[in-house]
Nanobody, 131 residues
Framework: QVQLVESGGGSVETGGSLTLSCTAS????????MGWFRQIPGKEREGVAT????????YYAGSVEGRFTISRDRAKNAQYLQMTSLNRQDTDMYYC????????????????????????WGQGTQVSVSS
């Protein structure tokens, strides 16, 4: 079992930036798929960004493309989501996620479409953007 622990959420004004971090309890980022999702109460979890950790391919939701950047640090067992030009629509609970094993590396882009494609989840970190 893998545990993911997030940090870095908070409150910012419109146009501000935040970087979310997620650390895994063991090494999982050699050849895998990882991602970030967000969710407000009563709605489905929405894919924000995914990354094929071996090849380094990244995939983004249209609403965040050009503003958010997903990355990973294998040495630290960590993944990150750098968020810039934040707006009120980005206010959500953000979750990091990872796929068990290597099967996710080939269809990591498709897994952006559904939270069901991921096996491990962090506890969530709140991001609030005010005008």
């Amino acid at each position: 079992q893998v545990q993911l622990v997030e940090s870095g959420g908070g409150s910012v004004e419109t146009g501000g930036s935040l970087t979310l971090s997620c650390t895994a309890s063991r090494y999982i980022y050699s050849s895998n798929c990882m991602g970030w999702f967000r969710q407000i109460p009563g709605k489905e979890r929405e894919g924000v960004a995914t990354m094929s950790t071996g090849a380094g391919f990244t995939y983004y939701a249209g609403s965040v493309e050009g503003r958010f950047t997903i990355s990973r640090d294998r040495a630290k067992n960590a993944q990150y989501l750098q968020m810039t030009s934040l707006n009120r629509q980005d206010t959500d609970m953000y979750y990091c996620a990872a796929v068990n094993g290597q099967q996710g590396r080939l269809d990591c882009g498709k897994r952006l479409k559904s939270a069901a494609g991921f096996d491990y989840w962090g506890q969530g970190t709140q991001v609030s953007v005010s005008s």
